[in-house]
């Protein structure tokens, strides 16, 4: 104990500065920020962040960049500012006389009545009136769609009201600045305007910057300092500058250096080349230099987000993101290059770095520092600092290490068998090293004696509960527990419980009994098994794995801190394990801080920070000061395309807008790439939840009409936040087609058919029957017809034959001749015969179509006119239509060509005659002779043959033509029937 007391009394030599580096999170153009020069940060009521920059726009909604520019609706490039005037409401400010605003995510142009302005500035004072620092002077907005000019003449009655760059409202009054770059004498006044009587009241130069904290501060940059205005004589318009408080001593002597605050009252500023200050309002200043991972140092704007999140907007290295303030990597801590071992000592609260390739320890004890060498380090691969001193190990071998003059020397040895190996060490409840190794644990009692049990197979670790017991679990999967008897050195570790087949399968590397007696077991492939002991049974609790959260399954060390939180490292980084209301919480230590390497191990000090040993250095996590917030993200479709068209008004879409895409984001920046989302709809074919995962988008394709109502969790990292259900209604119209209406119309067209075919079908049957009995009637009409022909033409005859016949014989008598009378007795035969013909051709019904009466005349025209020594030739169809003609159709047809043949015969002196026939939905014949034609002027009187033909034709509808065209043509025109 004296040995450390002497160690102790050199500590207070004050720990040199190292370099800290933290887990800043860029983003540029690669990530799809918009542009690395980055202007200004705005956050809106719902959480979404915008970056306005010389390049266009950038909205980030935790999940993905949306940019816009002058290609895609933007005024202008250049976007000086970004300010939301109502929920989801925002203008958007660009460097030129146009100003954008954007509404429910859409674009579009601000109606001004004035739009001459190129504004640089607007600010909302408390009242809700909106002042504009514009290139042409100060503005005011009239809430009318217009900005109105406001006088601004300085104290030498001169108008400074050219090129206004920026202001902000305090009570009464307004700070103004000018851009004097602009200006031909750079003085940088910086003017208190009076809003009540429109006029400049003070009037201060050299101030470079200006910037109000939002608990009420005013500070100024000047030429040789940073000072505060007091803001008692800002009320009576004054401006009246002072010295900062105690507490900011060390920013009194920053010239020219810009500053900012944020919303937690932080004070930000730097000389924009090689150092950032953070200033919180008690006055801890924490410097941000090239090492500590900001790649850029011309700050343009220093923003806090609603969760506390710090984002830095460069002028040409795009946004850094800052979300861990109490995270540090430091690759040189205490000097110490290559650090290999960390260990501390909870009684005498020092923390022990040690690095092998130096041979040097070092020990920090209330942020001092004293470092040893080690003259005979023998390639120690453990270094531990116990109340009875240093001890390492090395193989199977424990040293005890003496310090003295800044060197440690090993006095010791403990040797174990030659084939143990030994790997870490505890200290027990009675300051005793508790080492295991290959085949034996291992105690050092008070520093001088040892005690060595033999173990079955390689034990990592050892631990030690509430009690004071023992823990050790081998890699063949036993577990021991060993109460110690400080009183026994002979028998300092006696094993009270032992356990095999409750560790099946785990094949454990690491544990530690948190404070809840809950036995912790890191494995090699099985993750972390959590067990409990009651009654001296071993229970398992639960299981933690890479799908729980874990980084990786391979755990290979393990750490409770006083919050009972558990601390797992491995080889893909260091996991914080709480259990809230009986469910294990995983936070990603490393990873969200964009850290990507092994943690080898954990230590966790007195004030609760955790020194973690990775492979370039040693991380250094503080604990967390968690201001009270009523921040929630806002889960919220960010947008809905169809296609390739993004739909603004989603609740109705048309049956073509079947092929959805939603892109969806949950408003948080801590680890968002670790937000998980899953989504379920309703009214689908699948109305399952998805397997939760980092994808903020889902696409249907194919969407039958319906109503929809799409259902989106997001699940944040840690437990951060409680899990955010939103519910996304929408509806699909039928395609025209598919409406009731058009429905309803297809059955009454559909009634109206069938009642149609109905009707017709009777009608149709009607019109048969009627045709049938018209049919019948004609028939019945031409037999009667045909009856009176026989009557009168036969008859006729018959008399005439009779009387020759009767006359033939008084000749004989009388002997007078008789041959004429025989020759028209012959005569009379024949026409009678002929008749008979006409008469029996007539009455038979097969004869009742179209083709048998063109036939039946085709023959007998050429039959009459070879008798006649005429030659006949006929154009006529090879097929004619099946259409029925009445007997009276084929009489009057017949007759008309019968009386016309026999004028041709009798008049014409033809030697030819053409006959052509054509049918369409008229019957067509024409008679050409090549006679001596006809004169019409000179036919004879009371002739009755060409009235008769003209007369047969007009009955029966149609049209009768006789011409003189190198003879003699008859045309005949006669429609038919269907």
Not at 212 to 224: F, I, K, L, Q, Y
Not at 254 to 267: A, E, G, Q, T, V
Not at 385 to 413: M, Q
Not at 907 to 928: D, G
Request: net charge neutral; proline share 4%.
């Amino acid at each position: 104990m004296q040995r450390v007391a002497i160690i102790l009394a050199y500590f207070f030599i004050c720990a040199n500065s190292f370099a800290q580096q933290y887990p800043f999170v860029h983003y540029t153009p690669k990530e799809g920020l918009i542009s690395n020069m980055i202007k200004g940060i705005y956050q809106d009521s719902k959480g979404r962040l915008y970056f306005s920059s010389v390049h266009g726009l950038s909205i980030y909604d935790g999940s993905r960049f949306i940019n816009y520019n002058s290609k895609n609706g933007l005024g202008f490039d250049i976007v000086n500012q970004v300010i939301e005037m109502a929920p989801d409401s925002l203008w958007i400010i660009t460097n030129s006389i146009k100003i954008n605003c954007m509404v429910n995510g859409k674009l579009k142009l601000l109606p001004l009545h004035n739009e001459d302005h190129i504004i640089n500035n607007l600010c909302k004072d408390e009242k809700g009136d909106i002042y504009a620092a514009a290139e042409d002077g100060l503005l005011i907005f009239d809430k009318k769609d217009s900005f109105i000019k406001l006088p601004f003449v300085d104290s030498k009655g001169e108008d400074v009201s050219s090129y206004i760059a920026y202001t902000f409202p305090f009570g009464d009054y307004l700070f103004v600045q000018r851009d004097a770059s602009l200006l031909p004498h750079q003085d940088n006044v910086l003017y208190l305007y009076k809003k009540a009587t429109r006029k400049i009241v003070s009037e201060t130069p050299d101030i470079h910057g200006i910037q109000m904290a939002p608990d009420g501060r005013v500070w100024v940059s000047t030429e040789n300092a940073i000072m505060a205005i007091d803001t008692t004589e800002i009320k009576k318009g004054k401006i009246v500058l002072q010295e900062l408080p105690e507490q900011y001593a060390q920013l009194r002597n920053k010239s020219r250096y810009f500053i900012l605050f944020d919303k937690s009252n932080n004070c930000w500023s730097g000389d924009q080349g090689s150092v950032l200050l953070k200033t919180t309002p008690d006055g801890t200043t924490t410097a941000f230099t090239s090492v500590s991972g900001l790649n850029m140092f011309y700050i343009n704007s220093v923003f806090q987000d609603r969760e506390g999140i710090t984002w830095i907007a460069t002028n040409n290295d795009g946004v850094s993101k800052l979300v861990h303030n109490n995270f540090s990597h430091i690759e040189k801590p205490f000097d110490l290059l290559q650090p290999n071992l960390i260990s501390y000592n909870k009684n005498s609260d020092n923390l022990l770095v040690y690095s092998s390739s130096s041979s040097t320890a070092t020990i920090i004890h209330n942020n001092k520092k004293e470092s040893f060498s080690l003259n005979d380090p023998k390639g120690l691969t453990e270094l531990i600092e116990t109340p009875y001193g240093f001890f390492g190990t090395k193989s199977n071998v424990i040293y005890k290490l003496e310090p003295s003059h800044r060197i440690l020397y090993a006095k010791k040895e403990f040797p174990s068998d030659s084939d143990n190996l030994y790997s870490h060490q505890i200290i027990d409840k009675n300051g005793n090293l508790i080492a295991t190794g290959k085949n034996y644990i291992t105690a050092i009692i008070n520093g001088k004696k040892v005690f060595i049990t033999k173990l079955p197979y390689y034990a990592d670790f050892p631990a030690m509960d509430s009690k004071g017991n023992i823990w050790v679990a081998t890699r063949a999967n036993d577990l021991f527990v060993f109460k110690t008897h400080p009183d026994d050195p002979s028998n300092y570790l006696e094993q009270k419980l032992y356990f095999k087949k409750e560790l099946s399968g785990v094949s454990p590397r690491s544990i530690i009994i948190d404070n809840n007696d809950d036995i912790w077991i890191g494995t090699r492939n099985h993750g972390i098994n959590v067990f409990q002991i009651r009654d001296e049974k071993l229970f398992k609790k639960l299981t933690l794995t890479v799908a729980s959260g874990l980084s990786d399954d391979f755990t290979t060390h393990l750490v409770c801190d006083e919050q009972n939180n558990i601390w797992a490292s491995s080889a893909l980084g260091l996991d914080k394990i709480s259990v809230k209301n009986g469910i294990p919480v995983i936070e990603n230590i490393t990873k969200q801080n964009n850290i990507f390497q092994s943690v080898f191990k954990v230590v966790i000090d007195k004030d609760n920070t955790a020194w973690g040993l990775v492979s370039n250095g040693i991380i250094k996590i503080t604990p967390e000061n968690k201001h009270a917030s009523n921040y929630l993200p806002t889960l919220m479709v960010s947008m809905l395309k169809a296609g390739k068209d993004t739909i603004h008004d989603g609740g109705y879409l048309s049956y073509r807008q079947n092929n959805l895409s939603f892109n969806f984001a949950a408003t948080s920046f801590f680890n968002e790439k670790q937000v998980l989302y899953s989504y379920r709809l309703n009214g689908g074919s699948n109305d399952q939840w998805s397997e939760p995962s980092n994808n903020a988008s889902v696409s249907f394709i194919n969407l039958q009409p319906g109503d929809y109502n799409l259902e989106i969790k997001a699940t944040f990292p840690a437990g951060r936040y409680p899990d955010q259900t939103i519910n996304y209604p929408f509806s699909i119209s039928p395609a025209w087609w598919q409406t009731w209406w058009f429905r309803s119309l297809i059955f009454l067209a559909i009634a109206s058919l069938l009642v149609g075919a109905f009707r017709f079908y009777y009608r149709r049957k009607l019109e048969q029957r009627l045709a049938a009995f018209e049919k019948q009637q004609a028939i019945e009409k031409e037999r009667t017809r045909i009856a009176t022909d026989m009557h009168d033409d036969l008859g006729a005859g018959l008399s005439r034959i009779k009387f020759l016949s009767e006359t033939i014989g008084i000749k004989k008598q009388q002997h007078q001749p008789i041959e004429e009378d025989v020759n028209k007795i012959r005569e009379y035969s024949h026409e009678m015969i002929d008749k008979m013909g006409e008469i029996v051709w007539a009455l038979n019904e097969k004869n009742d179509s179209l083709s048998d009466l063109l036939s039946y005349t085709r023959a007998y025209t050429m039959e009459y006119l070879s008798q006649n020594g005429i030659e006949c030739k006929t154009e006529m169809p090879n097929s004619f239509p099946s259409v029925f003609v009445s007997g009276e159709f084929r009489r009057n047809v017949f007759l008309t060509i019968k009386e016309a043949l026999h004028n041709v015969v009798k008049h014409s002196q033809a030697t030819e005659v053409k006959l052509s026939i054509s049918i369409n939905h008229h019957l067509s014949i024409e008679l050409k002779d090549n006679g001596t034609g006809i004169d019409k002027n000179n036919i004879r009187l009371f002739s009755n043959g060409l009235n008769n033909m003209e007369s047969r034709v007009k009955e029966m509808g149609g049209i009768f033509e006789i011409t003189n065209r190198q003879g003699t043509l008859i045309h005949l025109e006669i429609p038919l029937k269907a």
